[in-house]
């Protein structure tokens, strides 16, 4: 069996990627994918954890994960195709209409 | 494997179910209901509210505590917080009445999102287990972001949606490794176990990254510095009366599951995350306030302030023990009633196509709206804290928690914001009162409704600084009801 620690480490590395493509890149979709895939970082160790504990409150988890980062990219796509309407820009540096 | 159901305690879901009936039927009601009767809907929404609201004060130690195996728990601190959501709630449906006429927004899914964030914040403050947090969490968000974008003329809304959703949900990501972290350390995600575990254990370095990452996640959630910059340009965007309801309610859904989650569960460890708590805490006081002082905007100065209050509210929270919590919900009251009421100035204020939301905008306002001039000016003072109002009440109380807990320091630097704060929170009521006026000849906006919300938030800005002890004892109550 593979140590748990193998997962965990998978995990954290999987999700620094996310962190840093959502502080890196500018394109807002790729953003959003970067914060999907920060979650799905964290799925991972939520199913490490429950196989490591014998439990099953990690694998519930992650479909409660899964569910909400369904709503979260329904209302975020529709966002981001509103904002796209109004400017036709998906960069993240050109939606400056408010500054001090 | 046996699965066994868990014993189901329909009793302390009740104030959660209401709701979000009373969001379905809005929801429903709105395909068939003709177009000028809209408003009704905002109608069905407050008495839903309302009845929520006496729910909650009926079931005020009347209930079991636990309930559906251990995650769901409503407590008196459940209770009080649902109780500060109704009022929220219903002082910003109260302000939406005539606001959305005005802002030429829909009446229908507008309630309906109200009513399901004000759910996911009772689900919030009762949840006695991470996961649902989290899902109270996002339940709240996720309508939060769609009525922070439903100002669809206008691009700034656009932006304030779009800003306030990425944000958010890389937020939420942050949040949720700190649970599954936590989960890794202890062996479970409900906060009985959890608190079990670090009472005996002691903490791990896994436990330690856990609770950092929380704290993240709830630092963008109440706005806390350096977690702070989504929140000038998406409380500048968003409709105003959404703007009132994101300061106040979500912060205070984020403060009740934060509180929860370290006051009590994370008590037994405070050593390790109250001095990051203090660092946050300081830099959030004095960033919002010292931002705040350039601002020109009435509306993004308030965004600023609203970053200063979370400052406040997070001494309290370092502070800790049973006076610091009291002190937390009494101010996260204060806190909402003087937002709310400064936030309905500002609808009235607006007219259509034009928001009035700059400083010279207010010129002349204090002669010209006698008793508007005089509810800003209440409201104003309150957030400077000036005595007898509640916002001097619940400051005196937070610094005292924090002398009395060994933390002068903060507590001097708290003060020493309060007195920078003054500058910008005076110079509104200077504007209003020694300039003379231009720019607004009539107040069109200005309707029954939102003239009792902005009637009950100035009354209860006075009243609860001048008789501070029931209030404050019934916060103290409901903190120790968390045991």
Redesign the interface.
């Known amino acids: 069996m593979v140590p748990i620690s193998y997962h965990?480490i998978l995990?954290g590395i999987l999700?620094t990627i996310?962190?840093t493509g959502?502080l890196l890149r500018r394109n807002?979709i790729i953003?959003?994918m970067a914060?999907e895939l920060?979650?799905n970082?964290?799925n991972l160790?939520?199913v490490a954890?429950a196989r490591?504990?014998g439990?099953m409150?990690?694998q519930i988890?992650v479909f409660?994960?899964m569910s909400?980062a369904a709503?979260?990219v329904a209302?975020?796509l529709a966002?981001?195709l509103?904002?796209f309407r109004?400017?036709e820009t998906v960069n993240?540096d050109e939606?400056n209409?408010?500054r001090? | 494997m046996d699965i066994t159901l868990p014993a189901v305690n329909w009793l302390s879901v009740l104030p959660t179910l209401l709701l979000s009936a009373t969001g379905m039927l809005a929801l429903f009601w709105d395909i068939w209901i003709k177009d000028d009767e809209r408003s009704l809907l905002g109608w069905l929404s407050l008495t839903g509210i309302v009845v929520t609201a006496l729910c909650s004060w009926l079931l005020w130690g009347h209930n079991d505590v636990e309930s559906f195996s251990g995650m769901f728990a409503l407590d008196a601190y459940a209770l009080f917080f649902n109780l500060v959501f109704c009022l929220v709630a219903g002082l910003t449906v109260l302000m939406s009445l005539s606001y959305l006429e005005t802002a030429e927004i829909r009446h229908g899914e507008y309630y309906a999102l109200i009513l399901f964030a004000t759910v996911g914040m009772t689900v919030m403050a009762a949840a006695t287990d991470l996961i649902l947090i989290f899902l109270g969490l996002e339940t709240m968000s996720i309508a939060v972001y769609v009525l922070a974008g439903i100002w669809r003329q206008h691009l700034t809304s656009h932006e304030a949606a779009l800003k306030y959703f990425l944000l958010g949900a890389f937020a939420s990501g942050f949040l949720l490794y700190g649970i599954a972290l936590i989960y890794g350390a202890t062996g479970s995600v409900q906060l009985g176990p959890i608190a079990e575990h670090v009472g005996t254990q002691g903490s791990s370095p896994l436990l330690l990254i856990g609770m950092g990452l929380l704290i993240v996640g709830f630092g963008f959630k109440v706005a806390a510095v350096p977690f702070h910059v989504w929140t000038p340009d998406v409380y500048q965007g968003s409709p105003t009366t959404v703007t009132a309801f994101m300061a106040v309610g979500v912060k205070a859904a984020a403060f009740a599951a934060f509180a929860r989650i370290f006051l009590h569960t994370l008590g037994a460890v405070h050593a390790d995350w109250q001095g990051i708590l203090w660092v946050v805490a300081a830099l959030t006081m004095t960033v919002g306030n010292i931002t705040a002082l350039v601002q020109h905007n009435i509306k993004r100065m308030l965004a600023y302030s609203s970053i200063a209050h979370a400052g406040y509210l997070l001494v309290a929270m370092v502070a800790g023990k049973d006076l610091g919590g009291a002190a937390l919900l009494y101010y996260l009251v204060a806190y909402g009633l003087m937002n709310l009421g400064a936030f309905g100035v500002m609808v009235a204020v607006g007219r259509r196509g034009e928001p009035h939301e700059e400083l010279d905008d207010y010129a002349g306002l204090g002669f010209r709206y006698p008793a508007l001039g005089m509810a800003m000016t209440v409201f104003m003072l309150s957030l400077t804290g000036v005595p007898p109002l509640v916002g001097f009440t619940g400051k005196f109380y937070i610094f005292s928690a924090a002398v009395q807990a060994g933390y002068i320091w903060l507590a001097v630097i708290g003060v020493l914001n309060s007195v920078v704060s003054a500058y910008y929170y005076i110079r509104v009521v200077v504007n209003m009162y020694m300039r003379e006026g231009e720019a607004i000849v009539e107040l069109p906006s200005l309707r029954s409704a939102l003239g009792v919300a902005i009637l009950i938030a100035a009354i209860g800005t006075v009243l609860m600084g001048v008789f501070p002890s029931a209030s404050m004892s019934l916060a103290g109550a409901s903190f120790l009801s968390l045991g």
Do not use: K
Request: hydrophobic share 75%.
């Open positions: 965990l995990s999700f996310g962190v959502v807002i953003i959003f914060i920060m979650l970082a964290v160790s939520f954890l490591h504990f439990n409150d990690g988890i409660f994960v909400v709503a979260e209302v975020g966002i981001i509103l904002v109004g400017r993240a939606l209409l408010m001090w």
